[in-house]
């Protein structure tokens, strides 16, 4: 099934839990990889089943924070060449060439970064800062690792980075219940980096970081162009602010 045709192969990696929506399209849209391997949280639903009908080799693996799960998937690669996509993230076909390129090329490049382009309530999202959303996608594992932090984690690489051209296309929205609990998890995760480094909360954070959230997101960074959608995106992701420092006040309080 995952046959690449040039000289370097490609290991294809996911951590997943409970995707059992998105493992197809997912997985068809990375056959050009050489393997492929889900890093899997135990999740409750068809992921894993699903996966493993499609030949995808999956490992399951407790999950403590992001960045240890997806340095847990590297460890997993059988080559050295790896992609590390998201589940609601769809790589089209020329985005696929490009990579086998870029890949396949000596350039002396150890990882690129890839463009993504956002996809909210059906909508296009060209606004609130994901215009200029991009992250690292592709990279080999020799020069590369996620740098630690417990959630938005980083790949850190030791030599040249690039900038692919084509886009990945992103749909993180599945249902606003689904949305809103998945940034309840990211911010108990900041609320727990923070807490490890000692950071208090004050009336600064529970106040004055929410409402500057919101205007960057929805007016410096021109989310209002966005409509409904724009409007949406910024309220929730600064209520998400605002739980963040509430998870971090609960935690000193010993409050669950």
């Not at 609990?181 to 911010?187: A, G, M, V």
């Not at 409402?211 to 209520?239: M, N, P, T």
Request: aromatic fraction near 18%; include cysteine.
């Amino acid at each position: 099934m995952f046959e690449n045709n040039t000289s370097q192969k490609i290991t294809a990696l996911a951590i997943t839990f409970n995707e059992a929506e998105n493992v197809k399209r997912y997985i068809e849209s990375l056959s050009f990889a050489d393997e492929i391997i889900f890093v899997d949280s135990f999740s409750t639903d068809n992921t894993v089943a699903i996966a493993q009908e499609m030949g995808v080799n999956v490992i399951q693996n407790k999950f403590k924070d992001f960045s240890s799960q997806r340095n847990f998937a590297i460890s997993q690669a059988k080559y050295d060449w790896i992609t590390f996509f998201d589940l609601d993230e769809i790589v089209t076909e020329a985005l696929e060439a490009e990579i086998k390129l870029a890949v396949a090329s000596n350039n002396q490049v150890v990882a690129y970064f890839v463009k993504r382009i956002f996809y909210f309530l059906g909508e296009r999202i060209n606004y609130g800062g994901w215009q200029n959303d991009k992250v690292i996608r592709v990279f080999n594992k020799k020069f590369c690792k996620y740098n630690g932090n417990l959630v938005h984690e980083v790949v850190a690489a030791n030599g040249k980075i690039g900038l692919l051209k084509n886009s990945v296309n992103h749909y993180s929205y599945k249902d606003f219940d689904n949305y809103n609990n998945k940034l309840n998890h990211y911010s108990k995760l900041q609320a727990e980096a923070l807490y490890l480094k000692n950071r208090r909360p004050n009336g600064y954070h529970f106040f004055f970081r929410p409402l500057y959230r919101f205007f960057w997101q929805y007016i410096y960074r021109l989310g209002i162009l966005d409509g409904k959608q724009g409007y949406i995106l910024a309220y929730v992701h600064s209520f998400s602010v605002f739980k963040r420092y509430l998870q971090l006040w609960m935690k000193y309080r010993k409050i669950d």
